[in-house]
Protein backbone atom coordinates (compact mmCIF):
# COMPACT_ATOMS: atom_id res chain seq x y z
CA UNK A 1 0.00 0.00 0.00
CA UNK A 2 2.40 2.45 0.96
CA UNK A 3 4.93 1.61 -2.43
CA UNK A 4 1.60 2.36 -4.23
CA UNK A 5 0.82 5.96 -2.33
CA UNK A 6 4.77 6.72 -2.59
CA UNK A 7 4.93 6.10 -6.49
CA UNK A 8 1.53 7.80 -6.94
CA UNK A 9 1.55 10.67 -4.43
CA UNK A 10 4.78 11.42 -3.50
CA UNK A 11 7.62 10.22 -6.55
CA UNK A 12 5.90 12.30 -9.30
CA UNK A 13 6.69 15.44 -7.20
CA UNK A 14 9.89 14.60 -5.03
CA UNK A 15 12.32 16.53 -7.75
CA UNK A 16 9.81 19.85 -7.68
CA UNK A 17 9.56 20.47 -3.92
CA UNK A 18 13.14 19.69 -3.78
CA UNK A 19 13.99 22.30 -5.95
CA UNK A 20 11.77 24.79 -4.60
CA UNK A 21 12.40 23.82 -0.98
CA UNK A 22 8.51 23.56 -0.33
CA UNK A 23 7.39 21.77 2.24
CA UNK A 24 4.30 19.15 0.83
CA UNK A 25 1.61 20.10 2.94
CA UNK A 26 -0.41 18.15 0.74
CA UNK A 27 1.34 14.68 1.37
CA UNK A 28 1.52 15.23 4.29
CA UNK A 29 -2.52 15.79 4.88
CA UNK A 30 -2.76 12.45 2.39
CA UNK A 31 -0.58 10.63 4.53
CA UNK A 32 -2.96 11.36 7.55
CA UNK A 33 -6.07 9.90 6.06
CA UNK A 34 -4.72 7.08 5.45
CA UNK A 35 -2.56 6.28 8.96
CA UNK A 36 0.99 6.52 7.70
CA UNK A 37 1.51 9.39 10.46
CA UNK A 38 0.34 6.72 12.92
CA UNK A 39 1.48 3.61 12.11
CA UNK A 40 2.98 2.38 15.38
CA UNK A 41 0.40 3.52 17.73
CA UNK A 42 -3.18 1.58 19.01
CA UNK A 43 -6.15 2.43 17.87
CA UNK A 44 -7.38 3.84 20.87
CA UNK A 45 -5.46 6.85 20.84
CA UNK A 46 -6.23 7.23 17.01
CA UNK A 47 -3.19 4.89 15.57
CA UNK A 48 -3.10 2.58 12.80
CA UNK A 49 -2.31 -0.44 15.32
CA UNK A 50 0.60 -1.34 13.49
CA UNK A 51 4.09 -2.39 14.97
CA UNK A 52 7.55 -0.52 14.60
CA UNK A 53 8.18 -3.05 11.73
CA UNK A 54 5.06 -1.76 10.00
CA UNK A 55 6.81 1.61 10.33
CA UNK A 56 10.26 0.83 9.32
CA UNK A 57 9.01 -0.02 6.23
CA UNK A 58 6.51 2.81 5.91
CA UNK A 59 9.65 4.96 6.12
CA UNK A 60 11.85 3.43 4.08
CA UNK A 61 9.19 3.40 1.25
CA UNK A 62 8.24 6.66 2.00
CA UNK A 63 12.17 7.74 1.11
CA UNK A 64 12.57 5.22 -1.85
CA UNK A 65 11.27 7.78 -3.85
CA UNK A 66 11.68 11.01 -1.54
CA UNK A 67 13.95 10.97 1.41
CA UNK A 68 12.22 14.55 2.44
CA UNK A 69 8.90 12.92 2.89
CA UNK A 70 10.03 10.04 5.05
CA UNK A 71 11.97 12.29 7.45
CA UNK A 72 8.58 14.32 7.98
CA UNK A 73 7.19 10.86 8.80
CA UNK A 74 9.68 9.92 10.76
CA UNK A 75 10.32 12.88 13.13
CA UNK A 76 6.63 13.20 13.39
CA UNK A 77 6.26 9.36 14.40
CA UNK A 78 9.25 8.91 16.53
CA UNK A 79 10.37 11.93 17.56
CA UNK A 80 6.89 13.59 19.35
CA UNK A 81 3.86 10.84 18.76
CA UNK A 82 6.26 7.81 20.73
CA UNK A 83 7.70 9.79 23.43
CA UNK A 84 3.97 11.03 24.24
CA UNK A 85 2.90 7.30 23.81
CA UNK A 86 6.53 6.35 25.97
CA UNK A 87 5.84 9.08 28.94
CA UNK A 88 2.74 10.69 28.23
CA UNK A 89 0.02 10.89 31.31
CA UNK A 90 -3.55 9.38 30.55
CA UNK A 91 -4.92 12.77 29.87
CA UNK A 92 -1.68 14.01 28.21
CA UNK A 93 -2.18 10.96 25.50
CA UNK A 94 -5.45 11.92 24.71
CA UNK A 95 -5.03 15.46 24.20
CA UNK A 96 -1.69 15.21 22.22
CA UNK A 97 -0.95 11.56 21.25
CA UNK A 98 -4.47 10.84 19.75
CA UNK A 99 -4.24 13.99 17.17
CA UNK A 100 -0.54 13.57 16.11
CA UNK A 101 -1.14 9.79 16.05
CA UNK A 102 -4.37 10.88 13.74
CA UNK A 103 -2.34 12.89 11.56
CA UNK A 104 -4.36 16.27 12.66
CA UNK A 105 -1.44 17.64 14.12
CA UNK A 106 1.82 17.48 13.07
CA UNK A 107 4.83 16.85 15.61
CA UNK A 108 8.56 17.87 16.15
CA UNK A 109 11.43 17.29 18.59
CA UNK A 110 13.62 19.91 20.67
CA UNK A 111 16.72 19.17 21.55
CA UNK A 112 19.89 20.11 19.80
CA UNK A 113 20.79 23.87 20.82
CA UNK A 114 23.70 25.76 19.01
CA UNK A 115 25.52 24.43 21.70
CA UNK A 116 24.33 21.29 22.67
CA UNK A 117 24.56 18.77 19.39
CA UNK A 118 26.24 15.56 20.21
CA UNK A 119 26.84 16.81 23.92
CA UNK A 120 23.16 16.58 24.59
CA UNK A 121 23.86 17.01 28.16
CA UNK A 122 25.14 20.82 27.62
CA UNK A 123 21.58 22.12 27.76
CA UNK A 124 21.14 25.64 27.69
CA UNK A 125 17.75 26.33 27.51
CA UNK A 126 16.04 27.08 31.30
CA UNK A 127 12.64 26.03 32.50
CA UNK A 128 11.90 27.71 35.62
CA UNK A 129 8.93 26.86 38.03
CA UNK A 130 6.99 30.10 38.35
CA UNK A 131 4.38 28.35 40.74
CA UNK A 132 1.46 27.96 38.09
CA UNK A 133 3.54 27.57 35.35
CA UNK A 134 6.81 26.76 34.11
CA UNK A 135 8.75 29.34 31.97
CA UNK A 136 11.06 28.40 29.32
CA UNK A 137 14.08 30.06 27.69
CA UNK A 138 16.79 29.66 25.50
CA UNK A 139 16.58 28.58 21.61
CA UNK A 140 16.69 25.33 19.94
CA UNK A 141 18.02 24.09 16.34
CA UNK A 142 17.82 22.27 13.05
CA UNK A 143 14.46 20.81 14.39
CA UNK A 144 12.90 18.70 11.59
CA UNK A 145 9.04 19.79 11.18
CA UNK A 146 9.88 23.08 13.24
CA UNK A 147 8.30 25.26 10.46
CA UNK A 148 5.22 23.47 10.50
CA UNK A 149 4.88 21.09 13.64
CA UNK A 150 1.74 22.06 15.98
CA UNK A 151 3.69 20.23 18.90
CA UNK A 152 6.91 19.84 19.76
CA UNK A 153 8.48 18.04 22.54
CA UNK A 154 11.50 19.93 24.00
CA UNK A 155 14.20 19.44 26.25
CA UNK A 156 15.05 22.10 29.07
CA UNK A 157 17.51 22.42 31.85
CA UNK A 158 15.37 22.34 35.17
CA UNK A 159 18.13 22.03 37.88
CA UNK A 160 21.58 22.59 36.45
CA UNK A 161 23.45 21.50 39.58
CA UNK A 162 22.04 17.82 38.74
CA UNK A 163 23.46 17.63 35.80
CA UNK A 164 22.83 16.01 32.30
CA UNK A 165 20.83 12.95 34.44
CA UNK A 166 18.66 14.62 36.81
CA UNK A 167 18.48 18.09 35.73
CA UNK A 168 17.25 18.11 32.94
CA UNK A 169 12.88 17.88 31.87
CA UNK A 170 11.07 17.49 28.95
CA UNK A 171 7.97 19.29 27.71
CA UNK A 172 4.97 19.72 25.90
CA UNK A 173 4.90 22.80 23.52
CA UNK A 174 2.19 23.94 21.61
CA UNK A 175 2.83 26.31 18.74
CA UNK A 176 0.53 29.31 20.27
CA UNK A 177 1.89 28.90 23.62
CA UNK A 178 2.77 32.58 24.48
CA UNK A 179 6.61 33.36 24.24
CA UNK A 180 7.41 30.75 21.93
CA UNK A 181 8.10 31.39 18.30
CA UNK A 182 9.70 29.36 15.34
CA UNK A 183 13.20 30.87 14.30
CA UNK A 184 15.21 30.89 10.83
CA UNK A 185 14.57 28.26 8.81
CA UNK A 186 18.00 26.34 7.67
CA UNK A 187 19.10 26.18 3.94
CA UNK A 188 20.29 22.72 3.70
CA UNK A 189 22.59 20.62 1.41
CA UNK A 190 19.20 18.25 0.68
CA UNK A 191 16.17 16.99 2.22
CA UNK A 192 15.32 20.61 0.67
CA UNK A 193 11.47 19.75 0.79
CA UNK A 194 11.58 18.89 4.88
CA UNK A 195 11.35 21.90 7.50
CA UNK A 196 14.30 22.52 9.69
CA UNK A 197 14.36 25.50 12.14
CA UNK A 198 15.27 27.23 15.22
CA UNK A 199 12.55 27.14 18.09
CA UNK A 200 13.32 30.13 20.30
CA UNK A 201 11.86 30.29 23.66
CA UNK A 202 11.18 33.78 25.32
CA UNK A 203 9.54 33.88 28.98
CA UNK A 204 7.52 30.95 27.11
CA UNK A 205 4.31 30.03 29.33
CA UNK A 206 3.78 26.35 29.54
CA UNK A 207 1.78 25.13 31.76
CA UNK A 208 2.15 22.49 34.70
CA UNK A 209 0.68 19.75 33.12
CA UNK A 210 2.68 19.70 29.92
CA UNK A 211 5.73 18.44 31.71
CA UNK A 212 6.41 15.08 30.12
CA UNK A 213 7.48 12.04 32.37
CA UNK A 214 9.04 13.04 35.80
CA UNK A 215 10.81 15.90 36.52
CA UNK A 216 14.64 15.23 36.06
CA UNK A 217 13.70 13.01 33.56
CA UNK A 218 14.37 14.53 30.06
CA UNK A 219 17.10 13.29 29.59
CA UNK A 220 16.59 9.63 29.81
CA UNK A 221 13.58 10.46 27.35
CA UNK A 222 15.60 12.01 24.66
CA UNK A 223 17.69 9.01 24.70
CA UNK A 224 15.28 6.25 24.43
CA UNK A 225 13.18 8.46 21.80
CA UNK A 226 16.33 8.60 19.93
CA UNK A 227 17.10 5.03 20.47
CA UNK A 228 13.72 4.28 18.67
CA UNK A 229 14.20 7.46 16.32
CA UNK A 230 16.87 5.83 14.71
CA UNK A 231 14.69 3.19 13.26
CA UNK A 232 13.40 5.79 11.13
CA UNK A 233 16.16 7.31 10.03
CA UNK A 234 17.93 3.91 9.38
CA UNK A 235 14.53 3.10 7.24
CA UNK A 236 14.98 6.69 5.54
CA UNK A 237 19.01 5.97 4.59
CA UNK A 238 17.72 2.40 3.31
CA UNK A 239 14.96 3.68 1.38
CA UNK A 240 17.33 6.33 -0.39
CA UNK A 241 19.40 3.78 -1.10
CA UNK A 242 17.21 1.47 -2.80
CA UNK A 243 15.67 4.33 -4.28
CA UNK A 244 18.86 5.13 -6.18
CA UNK A 245 19.83 1.24 -6.88
CA UNK A 246 16.88 0.60 -8.22
CA UNK A 247 17.09 3.78 -10.59
CA UNK A 248 20.36 3.03 -11.52
CA UNK A 249 19.66 -0.59 -12.42
CA UNK A 250 17.09 0.42 -14.86
CA UNK A 251 19.57 3.42 -16.30
CA UNK A 252 21.73 0.43 -17.01
CA UNK A 253 19.52 -1.68 -18.73
CA UNK A 254 18.48 1.36 -21.22
CA UNK A 255 22.22 3.06 -21.51
CA UNK A 256 24.25 1.47 -24.28
CA UNK A 257 27.87 2.25 -24.90
CA UNK A 258 30.57 0.68 -26.99
CA UNK A 259 27.07 -1.11 -28.47
CA UNK A 260 25.94 -2.99 -25.31
CA UNK A 261 23.85 -2.74 -22.40
CA UNK A 262 26.56 -1.06 -19.48
CA UNK A 263 24.11 -3.52 -17.38
CA UNK A 264 26.43 -6.36 -19.57
CA UNK A 265 29.72 -4.98 -18.20
CA UNK A 266 31.12 -7.48 -14.93
CA UNK A 267 32.93 -4.30 -13.93
CA UNK A 268 29.85 -2.50 -13.63
CA UNK A 269 27.63 -5.86 -12.25
CA UNK A 270 30.21 -6.20 -9.83
CA UNK A 271 29.53 -2.45 -8.52
CA UNK A 272 25.85 -3.57 -8.27
CA UNK A 273 26.33 -7.01 -6.19
CA UNK A 274 28.19 -4.38 -3.77
CA UNK A 275 25.36 -1.89 -3.32
CA UNK A 276 22.93 -4.82 -3.33
CA UNK A 277 24.44 -6.40 -0.66
CA UNK A 278 24.65 -3.52 1.66
CA UNK A 279 21.31 -2.89 1.26
CA UNK A 280 20.02 -5.88 1.91
CA UNK A 281 22.06 -6.22 4.98
CA UNK A 282 21.00 -2.73 6.04
CA UNK A 283 17.88 -4.06 5.50
CA UNK A 284 18.04 -6.95 8.00
CA UNK A 285 19.86 -4.73 10.52
CA UNK A 286 16.81 -2.18 10.60
CA UNK A 287 14.29 -5.45 11.04
CA UNK A 288 16.46 -6.95 13.90
CA UNK A 289 15.86 -3.67 15.57
CA UNK A 290 12.45 -3.05 14.84
CA UNK A 291 11.61 -6.71 15.78
CA UNK A 292 13.32 -6.03 18.90
CA UNK A 293 11.27 -2.84 19.87
CA UNK A 294 8.08 -4.79 18.66
CA UNK A 295 9.21 -7.86 21.53
CA UNK A 296 10.20 -5.05 24.28
CA UNK A 297 13.83 -6.20 24.07
CA UNK A 298 16.56 -4.49 24.36
CA UNK A 299 17.34 -2.45 21.22
CA UNK A 300 19.35 0.59 21.46
CA UNK A 301 22.80 -0.77 20.51
CA UNK A 302 20.94 -2.87 17.84
CA UNK A 303 19.32 0.46 16.18
CA UNK A 304 22.60 2.32 16.17
CA UNK A 305 24.37 -0.72 14.72
CA UNK A 306 21.51 -0.26 11.75
CA UNK A 307 21.72 3.30 11.52
CA UNK A 308 25.12 3.56 11.50
CA UNK A 309 25.42 1.11 8.83
CA UNK A 310 22.50 1.59 6.86
CA UNK A 311 23.37 5.77 6.53
CA UNK A 312 27.11 4.57 5.58
CA UNK A 313 24.85 2.28 2.96
CA UNK A 314 22.90 5.15 1.62
CA UNK A 315 26.21 7.14 0.89
CA UNK A 316 28.10 4.16 -0.58
CA UNK A 317 25.23 3.55 -2.88
CA UNK A 318 23.95 7.03 -3.87
CA UNK A 319 27.89 7.84 -4.66
CA UNK A 320 28.16 4.63 -6.69
CA UNK A 321 24.54 5.39 -8.50
CA UNK A 322 25.63 9.27 -9.55
CA UNK A 323 29.08 7.20 -11.41
CA UNK A 324 27.00 4.64 -12.76
CA UNK A 325 24.94 7.31 -14.05
CA UNK A 326 28.07 9.20 -15.59
CA UNK A 327 27.25 12.94 -16.37
CA UNK A 328 23.56 12.50 -16.30
CA UNK A 329 23.98 11.34 -13.14
CA UNK A 330 25.98 14.95 -12.08
CA UNK A 331 22.56 16.86 -13.45
CA UNK A 332 19.28 17.39 -12.16
CA UNK A 333 16.94 15.65 -14.93
CA UNK A 334 18.05 12.29 -12.86
CA UNK A 335 16.80 11.84 -9.23
CA UNK A 336 20.71 10.41 -8.22
CA UNK A 337 21.81 13.75 -7.14
CA UNK A 338 19.13 14.14 -5.11
CA UNK A 339 19.26 11.13 -3.41
CA UNK A 340 23.11 11.42 -3.19
CA UNK A 341 22.42 15.26 -0.96
CA UNK A 342 19.89 13.44 0.78
CA UNK A 343 22.08 10.84 1.76
CA UNK A 344 24.59 12.32 3.49
CA UNK A 345 22.38 13.65 6.41
CA UNK A 346 21.43 10.14 7.42
CA UNK A 347 24.70 10.24 9.25
CA UNK A 348 24.86 13.25 10.93
CA UNK A 349 21.53 13.38 12.31
CA UNK A 350 19.44 11.84 15.38
CA UNK A 351 22.91 11.18 16.35
CA UNK A 352 26.21 11.20 14.05
CA UNK A 353 27.64 8.13 13.08
CA UNK A 354 30.48 8.60 15.29
CA UNK A 355 27.79 8.73 17.87
CA UNK A 356 26.28 5.38 17.10
CA UNK A 357 29.72 3.99 17.35
CA UNK A 358 29.70 5.34 20.93
CA UNK A 359 26.31 3.48 21.90
CA UNK A 360 27.51 0.63 20.27
CA UNK A 361 31.14 0.06 21.96
CA UNK A 362 29.19 1.08 25.39
CA UNK A 363 26.86 -1.90 24.76
CA UNK A 364 30.01 -4.46 24.16
CA UNK A 365 32.00 -3.16 26.91
CA UNK A 366 29.44 -2.19 29.73
CA UNK A 367 28.83 1.23 31.22
CA UNK B 1 -30.39 5.73 5.08
CA UNK B 2 -29.14 2.21 6.13
CA UNK B 3 -28.19 1.24 2.76
CA UNK B 4 -26.78 -2.41 2.19
CA UNK B 5 -24.28 -2.44 -0.82
CA UNK B 6 -23.10 -5.22 -1.97
CA UNK B 7 -19.88 -5.47 -4.33
CA UNK B 8 -18.94 -7.94 -7.22
CA UNK B 9 -15.49 -7.74 -7.54
CA UNK B 10 -12.60 -10.25 -9.23
CA UNK B 11 -8.84 -11.12 -8.89
CA UNK B 12 -7.23 -10.84 -11.98
CA UNK B 13 -3.62 -10.95 -13.34
CA UNK B 14 -2.17 -7.73 -13.59
CA UNK B 15 -1.55 -7.07 -16.98
CA UNK B 16 0.65 -3.92 -17.27
CA UNK B 17 2.98 -6.91 -15.88
CA UNK B 18 2.00 -9.81 -18.15
CA UNK B 19 4.58 -10.62 -21.05
CA UNK B 20 3.66 -12.27 -24.11
CA UNK B 21 5.03 -15.37 -25.24
CA UNK B 22 6.54 -14.67 -28.60
CA UNK B 23 6.24 -18.44 -30.01
CA UNK B 24 2.94 -19.05 -28.79
CA UNK B 25 1.69 -15.83 -29.17
CA UNK B 26 -0.32 -16.20 -25.48
CA UNK B 27 0.02 -14.62 -22.02
CA UNK B 28 2.77 -15.71 -19.80
CA UNK B 29 0.71 -15.99 -16.35
CA UNK B 30 3.07 -17.53 -14.02
CA UNK B 31 4.79 -15.32 -11.58
CA UNK B 32 2.32 -12.24 -12.58
CA UNK B 33 0.83 -10.55 -9.40
CA UNK B 34 -2.82 -10.79 -9.09
CA UNK B 35 -4.84 -7.28 -8.48
CA UNK B 36 -8.23 -6.32 -7.64
CA UNK B 37 -9.85 -5.39 -11.13
CA UNK B 38 -9.54 -1.87 -11.88
CA UNK B 39 -13.30 -0.71 -13.36
CA UNK B 40 -14.48 -3.25 -9.51
CA UNK B 41 -11.97 -0.67 -7.26
CA UNK B 42 -14.36 2.39 -9.21
CA UNK B 43 -17.32 0.27 -8.07
CA UNK B 44 -15.67 -0.27 -4.46
CA UNK B 45 -14.97 3.64 -3.86
CA UNK B 46 -18.65 4.44 -5.16
CA UNK B 47 -20.22 2.37 -2.32
CA UNK B 48 -17.42 3.85 -0.18
CA UNK B 49 -18.11 7.20 -0.82
CA UNK B 50 -21.66 6.26 -0.03
CA UNK B 51 -20.51 5.05 3.38
CA UNK B 52 -18.62 8.29 4.14
CA UNK B 53 -21.67 10.67 3.77
CA UNK B 54 -23.58 7.90 5.41
CA UNK B 55 -22.26 6.11 8.29
CA UNK B 56 -24.87 3.01 8.44
CA UNK B 57 -23.98 2.20 5.01
CA UNK B 58 -23.31 -1.66 4.90
CA UNK B 59 -20.77 -2.95 2.41
CA UNK B 60 -19.91 -6.32 1.40
CA UNK B 61 -17.77 -7.06 -1.20
CA UNK B 62 -18.30 -10.67 -3.29
CA UNK B 63 -16.07 -12.72 -5.21
CA UNK B 64 -16.03 -15.83 -6.86
CA UNK B 65 -12.58 -17.48 -7.53
CA UNK B 66 -9.49 -19.43 -6.39
CA UNK B 67 -8.63 -19.35 -2.47
CA UNK B 68 -6.23 -16.54 -3.39
CA UNK B 69 -8.73 -14.46 -4.26
CA UNK B 70 -9.01 -13.75 -0.31
CA UNK B 71 -5.83 -11.62 -0.29
CA UNK B 72 -8.30 -9.19 -2.88
CA UNK B 73 -10.83 -9.15 -0.40
CA UNK B 74 -8.77 -7.93 2.13
CA UNK B 75 -7.50 -5.34 0.05
CA UNK B 76 -10.89 -4.53 -0.15
CA UNK B 77 -11.34 -4.37 3.69
CA UNK B 78 -8.67 -2.65 4.35
CA UNK B 79 -9.93 0.08 2.10
CA UNK B 80 -13.28 0.08 3.81
CA UNK B 81 -15.75 -2.58 3.19
CA UNK B 82 -17.35 -4.00 6.08
CA UNK B 83 -17.81 -7.56 4.94
CA UNK B 84 -16.54 -9.79 2.01
CA UNK B 85 -17.83 -13.26 1.12
CA UNK B 86 -15.81 -15.51 -1.11
CA UNK B 87 -17.83 -18.31 -3.83
CA UNK B 88 -15.41 -21.12 -4.22
CA UNK B 89 -14.95 -24.38 -5.16
CA UNK B 90 -13.61 -26.38 -7.95
CA UNK B 91 -16.93 -27.44 -8.68
CA UNK B 92 -17.09 -23.57 -9.79
CA UNK B 93 -14.04 -23.65 -11.94
CA UNK B 94 -13.52 -22.63 -15.11
CA UNK B 95 -17.10 -20.87 -15.56
CA UNK B 96 -17.87 -18.77 -18.25
CA UNK B 97 -20.10 -15.51 -17.68
CA UNK B 98 -23.79 -17.40 -17.73
CA UNK B 99 -22.31 -19.57 -15.23
CA UNK B 100 -20.45 -17.25 -13.16
CA UNK B 101 -23.22 -15.30 -12.74
CA UNK B 102 -25.51 -18.01 -11.92
CA UNK B 103 -23.35 -18.44 -9.22
CA UNK B 104 -22.65 -15.03 -7.96
CA UNK B 105 -26.78 -14.32 -8.09
CA UNK B 106 -27.11 -17.40 -5.36
CA UNK B 107 -24.51 -15.98 -3.58
CA UNK B 108 -26.23 -12.68 -3.47
CA UNK B 109 -29.67 -14.36 -2.71
CA UNK B 110 -27.89 -15.94 0.52
CA UNK B 111 -26.55 -12.44 1.22
CA UNK B 112 -29.94 -11.44 1.56
CA UNK B 113 -31.78 -7.86 1.00
CA UNK B 114 -29.62 -4.84 -0.72
CA UNK B 115 -30.22 -1.57 -1.71
CA UNK B 116 -27.61 -1.67 -4.71
CA UNK B 117 -25.47 -4.01 -5.89
CA UNK B 118 -22.35 -1.99 -7.73
CA UNK B 119 -19.80 -4.26 -10.34
CA UNK B 120 -16.94 -3.22 -12.61
CA UNK B 121 -17.82 -3.08 -15.90
CA UNK B 122 -15.69 -5.50 -17.03
CA UNK B 123 -12.70 -7.31 -16.25
CA UNK B 124 -9.22 -6.72 -17.14
CA UNK B 125 -8.62 -10.04 -18.48
CA UNK B 126 -11.70 -11.42 -20.01
CA UNK B 127 -13.10 -8.09 -21.35
CA UNK B 128 -16.60 -9.59 -21.40
CA UNK B 129 -18.93 -7.21 -19.31
CA UNK B 130 -21.35 -9.04 -19.23
CA UNK B 131 -21.04 -10.66 -15.75
CA UNK B 132 -23.19 -7.58 -13.99
CA UNK B 133 -25.91 -7.55 -16.31
CA UNK B 134 -26.32 -11.42 -16.37
CA UNK B 135 -26.28 -10.95 -12.69
CA UNK B 136 -29.08 -8.35 -12.76
CA UNK B 137 -31.18 -10.76 -14.87
CA UNK B 138 -31.15 -13.72 -13.09
CA UNK B 139 -32.21 -11.45 -9.64
CA UNK B 140 -34.53 -9.25 -11.81
CA UNK B 141 -33.65 -6.26 -10.90
CA UNK B 142 -32.99 -2.76 -12.96
CA UNK B 143 -29.48 -2.29 -14.02
CA UNK B 144 -27.67 1.01 -15.78
CA UNK B 145 -24.49 0.06 -16.86
CA UNK B 146 -20.97 2.21 -18.07
CA UNK B 147 -21.99 4.79 -15.08
CA UNK B 148 -19.97 7.73 -14.96
CA UNK B 149 -21.66 9.57 -12.37
CA UNK B 150 -23.96 8.55 -9.26
CA UNK B 151 -25.88 10.74 -6.88
CA UNK B 152 -28.39 9.40 -4.29
CA UNK B 153 -31.29 11.40 -3.38
CA UNK B 154 -33.90 10.30 -0.59
CA UNK B 155 -33.45 6.90 -1.59
CA UNK B 156 -33.55 7.98 -5.34
CA UNK B 157 -30.81 7.48 -8.00
CA UNK B 158 -29.40 9.42 -10.39
CA UNK B 159 -26.39 8.54 -12.50
CA UNK B 160 -24.88 9.59 -16.29
CA UNK B 161 -24.67 6.47 -18.08
CA UNK B 162 -21.57 6.94 -21.08
CA UNK B 163 -22.72 6.03 -24.53
CA UNK B 164 -19.89 5.36 -27.53
CA UNK B 165 -21.09 9.57 -28.49
CA UNK B 166 -22.91 11.11 -25.74
CA UNK B 167 -24.61 10.35 -22.09
CA UNK B 168 -28.02 9.31 -20.90
CA UNK B 169 -28.97 10.61 -17.38
CA UNK B 170 -31.42 7.82 -15.55
CA UNK B 171 -33.21 7.88 -12.49
CA UNK B 172 -33.25 4.47 -11.18
CA UNK B 173 -34.79 3.13 -8.02
CA UNK B 174 -33.51 0.75 -5.82
CA UNK B 175 -32.48 -2.16 -5.68
CA UNK B 176 -31.05 -2.53 -8.79
CA UNK B 177 -27.29 -3.04 -10.17
CA UNK B 178 -25.02 -0.30 -11.68
CA UNK B 179 -21.72 -0.93 -13.65
CA UNK B 180 -19.02 1.17 -12.96
CA UNK B 181 -16.36 2.67 -15.40
CA UNK B 182 -12.91 4.21 -14.29
CA UNK B 183 -14.41 8.10 -15.03
CA UNK B 184 -16.88 7.16 -12.21
CA UNK B 185 -13.87 8.39 -9.61
CA UNK B 186 -10.40 8.03 -8.58
CA UNK B 187 -10.31 4.81 -6.26
CA UNK B 188 -8.79 4.87 -2.55
CA UNK B 189 -5.54 3.14 -1.19
CA UNK B 190 -5.83 0.72 1.39
CA UNK B 191 -5.77 2.35 4.93
CA UNK B 192 -3.16 1.17 7.21
CA UNK B 193 -5.17 0.91 10.06
CA UNK B 194 -7.63 -1.09 8.09
CA UNK B 195 -4.91 -3.77 6.93
CA UNK B 196 -4.66 -4.58 10.12
CA UNK B 197 -8.55 -4.85 11.04
CA UNK B 198 -8.85 -6.71 7.53
CA UNK B 199 -6.51 -9.63 8.38
CA UNK B 200 -8.05 -10.10 11.52
CA UNK B 201 -11.87 -10.62 9.66
CA UNK B 202 -13.04 -13.82 8.97
CA UNK B 203 -13.84 -14.45 4.76
CA UNK B 204 -16.44 -16.63 4.49
CA UNK B 205 -15.94 -19.39 1.84
CA UNK B 206 -19.34 -20.38 0.46
CA UNK B 207 -18.60 -23.42 -1.98
CA UNK B 208 -21.31 -24.89 -4.50
CA UNK B 209 -23.10 -26.96 -1.86
CA UNK B 210 -23.69 -23.41 0.24
CA UNK B 211 -24.59 -21.50 -2.61
CA UNK B 212 -27.33 -23.81 -3.54
CA UNK B 213 -26.58 -24.09 -6.79
CA UNK B 214 -27.31 -27.21 -9.59
CA UNK B 215 -23.89 -27.98 -10.79
CA UNK B 216 -25.83 -28.07 -14.39
CA UNK B 217 -25.93 -24.53 -13.45
CA UNK B 218 -22.06 -23.72 -12.79
CA UNK B 219 -18.59 -24.98 -13.88
CA UNK B 220 -16.81 -25.36 -17.23
CA UNK B 221 -18.97 -28.63 -18.09
CA UNK B 222 -22.36 -26.12 -17.86
CA UNK B 223 -20.57 -23.47 -19.66
CA UNK B 224 -22.50 -22.91 -23.03
CA UNK B 225 -19.24 -21.16 -23.99
CA UNK B 226 -16.72 -22.26 -25.86
CA UNK B 227 -13.47 -20.76 -27.23
CA UNK B 228 -12.86 -22.17 -30.86
CA UNK B 229 -10.12 -19.11 -31.88
CA UNK B 230 -8.12 -17.01 -30.24
CA UNK B 231 -6.84 -13.66 -32.29
CA UNK B 232 -4.81 -10.69 -32.16
CA UNK B 233 -7.82 -8.15 -33.79
CA UNK B 234 -6.74 -6.19 -36.88
CA UNK B 235 -5.75 -2.44 -36.58
CA UNK B 236 -8.58 0.10 -36.70
CA UNK B 237 -7.63 1.82 -39.90
CA UNK B 238 -6.80 5.21 -40.79
CA UNK B 239 -8.69 7.97 -39.05
CA UNK B 240 -10.83 10.54 -39.78
CA UNK B 241 -9.25 13.92 -41.71
CA UNK B 242 -11.32 17.06 -40.63
CA UNK B 243 -11.86 19.99 -43.51
CA UNK B 244 -12.89 23.30 -42.91
CA UNK B 245 -12.80 26.57 -44.43
CA UNK B 246 -10.78 28.20 -41.51
CA UNK B 247 -8.80 26.53 -39.14
CA UNK B 248 -10.57 28.00 -36.22
CA UNK B 249 -13.97 25.76 -37.64
CA UNK B 250 -11.64 22.63 -37.96
CA UNK B 251 -10.80 23.09 -34.30
CA UNK B 252 -14.42 23.58 -33.48
CA UNK B 253 -15.42 20.39 -35.08
CA UNK B 254 -12.37 18.62 -33.65
CA UNK B 255 -13.59 19.36 -30.22
CA UNK B 256 -17.00 18.42 -31.32
CA UNK B 257 -15.87 14.52 -32.05
CA UNK B 258 -13.34 14.63 -29.15
CA UNK B 259 -15.98 15.32 -26.84
CA UNK B 260 -18.39 13.03 -27.98
CA UNK B 261 -15.72 10.38 -27.57
CA UNK B 262 -15.60 11.76 -24.18
CA UNK B 263 -11.67 12.09 -25.13
CA UNK B 264 -12.18 15.62 -23.35
Known amino acids: MVRKFAVNEVE ?16 VEKMARYGLLGVPFPKEYGGAGGDNMAYAITVEELSRVCASTGVICSAHTSLCGWPLFAYGTEEQKKKYLTPIAK ?16 DAGGQQTRAIDRGDHWELNGA ?41 SVGKTEDKMGICASSTTELIFQNCIVPKENLLGQIGEGFKIAMATLDGGRIGIAS ?37 ADMKTRIEASRLLIYQAADRKDKHLKYGPYSAMAKLYAAETAMYVTTKAVQLHGGYGYTKDYPVERMMRDAKITEIYEGTSEVQKIVIAADVFGR | MALKIIVCAKQVPDTNEVKIDPIKNTLIRDGVPSILNHDDANAL ?44 DRALGGSDTWATSNALAAAIRKIGAFDIIFAGRQAIDGDTAQVGPQIAEK ?41 AIKELNEPRYMYIGG ?34 RSFSPAGKGKGIMLEGDCDKDVAKALLIRLKEKHAI
Request: glycine fraction near 10%; hydrophobic fraction near 45%; charge should be negative.
Open chain 2, 139 to 179: LDIPQVTYVTEFEIVDREIIVKRALEDGYEKIKIGMPCMLT
Open chain 2, 195 to 228: IYEATKKEIPVWGAAALGVDLTEVGLESSPTNVF
Open chain 1, 140 to 180: KVFITNGGFADTFIVVAMTDKSKGTRGGISAFIIEKDFPGF
Open chain 1, 12 to 27: PIAADIDKEHRFPTEN
Open chain 1, 236 to 272: QALGIAQGAFDVTVEYMKARKQFGKSIAAFQGLQFEI
Open chain 2, 45 to 88: EEALRIKDMYNDTHITVLTMGPPQAKDMLIECLAMGADEAVLAS
Open chain 1, 103 to 118: GEKLGAFGLTEPNAGT
